[in-house]
Every structure is written in structure tokens, then in C-alpha cells.
């Protein structure tokens, strides 16, 4: 042999690279799965014969946790089922958390948005019982009602907010840009629903 040694190319390394990352999960197949998740949510409580599906839906982030719902749900588009479904359990998640204020901002709203306010179909006056009240009477529409007119009362919903919020000098103005977009983007997936409906 000579003193040499002959260069040598390196062993491919594209398996032992794929190895490490084996319990990596594929981006496209977390998309996939989350979003048949919630279309046998969506689609199979709406056609579901036990009573107890609308229940068990309106109280899915409370025995799941709104965290475990974030993992799935929280990167999916706002025109799909999952991320459609993000947005109602977050918005049931704030209105819970802190109802007196919810309440503040959509009373401030309810002048501004007289249409939303009405869509919404929010109690007279909106205390924080009745804002809890709704916001799982629009969740049990997912299984008892039209999905599309749950979107749009949800969006009716955060477009008082919303409306209410810019009336607070202490609300920043991200805030409101937040609530609104939420409102839009929830108005957005109910016509998409409308017309898969009508389709």
C-alpha cells in the first residue's frame, strides 16, 4: 500500500440523516389529519343520533384542554374545517376566561353593529352569563344546526367586539385589528360553507 491513502468519497449520509429524524412529524400529514379530525366533528355530529354530541362538542376545550386543541387545530388556515374550529374553541376559551370584560366590549359594540349584534342573537342586556350562554348555544350548532350559520353567528359575534373595542381607549389598536380580523375570517369560512352547502 502506498504512504498514500487513496482519497475516498464519503459514505452517503441520507439515511443516517432521515434516522434522526424519524419522529419528526410531517407538516403536511399533521395538516391532513387535523383537518379530518374536524370534519368528522363537523360532519359526523351534524348527522349523529346521540343526543350527547352537541354536549360533548360544546365542552371539548374544557375536558381536552384549549392547549391540546392548539396543537391540532392552531396552524390551519382560517378556510378550513380545523381552522374554523380553532377560531370557535378560542373564542369560547376568552369569552370564559374573562366574561365580565367580554361583556364590557360587546356592549360598547352593540350600538356600532346593530346588524352583528342582531345576527349574533345576544341577550338584552349582554351580562357575562348570557355571553357564555351563547357562545355554547353557536358550539352545539355545529352538531344540531347548519355549520355555515354557526360561523356567521360567531362572526357576528367578534364583529360587536370588535366594534365595542375601538370605542375603549384602552384597548390597543392590535387588538382591534385581532377581533376583526377573527370576524372576517369567520364571515369568509361561513360563505365558503354556504356554498358547499348549496353545491
Same mark, same amino acid.
Given at each position: ?29 399533521? &395538516?391532513?389529519? *387535523?383537518?379530518?379530525?374536524? !370534519?368528522?366533528?363537523? #360532519? ?6 346521540? =343526543? %350527547? /354530541? $352537541? ?44 366574561? &365580565?370584560?367580554? *361583556?364590557?366590549?360587546?356592549? !360598547?359594540?352593540?350600538? #356600532? ?6 345576527? =349574533? %342573537? /345576544? $341577550? ?64 369568509? =369560512? %361561513? ?9
Amino acid at each position: 500500500m502506498s504512504e498514500h491513502r487513496r482519497h475516498h468519497r464519503p459514505a452517503p449520509r441520507e439515511a443516517a440523516f432521515f434516522d434522526e429524524y424519524v419522529g419528526a412529524a410531517d407538516p403536511a400529514l399533521l &395538516a391532513e389529519a *387535523a383537518e379530518r379530525a374536524a !370534519a368528522l366533528l363537523v #360532519r359526523g355530529a351534524h348527522t349523529s343520533d346521540d =343526543a %350527547g /354530541v $352537541a354536549e360533548r362538542l360544546v365542552h371539548l376545550a374544557d375536558t381536552e384542554g384549549i392547549e391540546a386543541i392548539a396543537e391540532v387545530w392552531s396552524q390551519a388556515p382560517a378556510d378550513t374545517l380545523a381552522g374554523c374550529l380553532w377560531r370557535l374553541y378560542l373564542l369560547r376559551s376568552w369569552v370564559y376566561a374573562d366574561p &365580565a370584560g367580554v *361583556a364590557r366590549q360587546f356592549e !360598547a359594540g352593540r350600538s #356600532r353593529a346593530e346588524f352583528a349584534r342582531v345576527v =349574533a %342573537g /345576544v $341577550a338584552d342586556p349582554p351580562g357575562p352569563d348570557e355571553l357564555r350562554a351563547i357562545v355554547d348555544e353557536v358550539l352545539r350548532g355545529i352538531a344540531e344546526g347548519e355549520f355555515a350559520d354557526v360561523l356567521l353567528r360567531a362572526s357576528a359575534f367578534a364583529r360587536v367586539v370588535a366594534a365595542g373595542r375601538a370605542t375603549l381607549h384602552e384597548v390597543p389598536a392590535t387588538d382591534i385589528r385581532r377581533m376583526l380580523e377573527l370576524a372576517e375570517q369567520l364571515e369568509a =369560512a %361561513g360563505h365558503l360553507e354556504l356554498l358547499h352547502r348549496l353545491a
